[in-house]
């Protein structure tokens, strides 16, 4: 199985960026779709975006426009660039993986991954 550790979180300023990195370990990470999810407090888990294993991505109508998610398959991670944050945005987030059959295939429910990250804390202050 695959192991995957999220870094990069921490405390910003509204209208700040960051950028979370998901490091995987294991064997054939090219072979993954990734996705980032975010829970804040009392909330439910709520998609954030999502990668193909060919780089077609998607990503929450609260986010789009400012978050862009990547994955470099030579250094197996997969990067969450969050660009004009905002209060809202604050949250722990985690990294998820699934084995996809097809090349052009993400997953946007939580309940659709097998693996996760331990989860990083984001927090936006205003």
């Known amino acids: 199985q695959v192991q995957l550790v999220e870094s990069g979180g921490g405390l910003v300023q509204t209208g700040g960026s960051l950028r979370l990195s998901c490091a995987a370990s294991g064997r054939t990470f090219s072979s993954y779709a990734m996705g980032w999810f975010r829970q804040a407090p009392g909330k439910e888990r709520e998609f954030v975006a999502a990668?193909?294993?060919?780089?077609?991505?998607d990503c929450a109508d609260s986010v789009k426009g400012r978050f862009t998610i990547s994955r470099d398959n030579a250094k197996s991670t997969v990067y969450l660039q969050m660009n004009s944050l905002k209060p809202e945005d604050t949250a722990v987030y985690y990294c998820?993986?699934?084995?996809?059959?097809?090349?052009?295939?993400?997953?946007?429910?939580?309940?659709?991954?097998?693996?996760w990250g331990q989860g990083t804390q984001v927090t936006v202050s205003s």
């Open positions: 990668i193909s294993k060919i780089d077609r991505t």
């Open positions: 998820a993986a699934r084995l996809a059959s097809f090349s052009w295939t993400y997953y946007v429910s939580a309940g659709q991954y097998n693996y």
